[in-house]
């Protein structure tokens, strides 16, 4: 699996709840967190492939392997395979992300 986003289409911010709500009628387990502005994850890898969605706020996540940065808005969606060093900065208003532990491909 290679890391990806998709960005949110609509041109509104999508309700958090609603869109949590939509997440876990897929049948994954979801959990939630959120961050305070300017929070940070120093890099960090998983054992599993990591489906997360921005419900509010903001927060850049970065590959220091590859100097990537990706920019996540509310209802914009990250793909991260197992194993992939990450870390993230959160954005000026917060964070809450919704997030699935899937099994590494």
Known sequence: MPTTITRWADSTPPNPDVLLTRLRATGQRYTTWSNAPGDTY?????????????????IRFTLPATGAAM?????????????TPHGAIVGVDGVQCAEAHLAAC
Do not use: F, I, N, Q
């Open 42 to 58: 120093a890099p960090h890898s998983h054992s599993y492939d990591k489906h997360l969605v921005c419900l509010s706020g903001s």
């Open 71 to 83: 920019e996540l808005s509310a209802g914009d969606e990250l793909r991260l395979p197992a194993g």
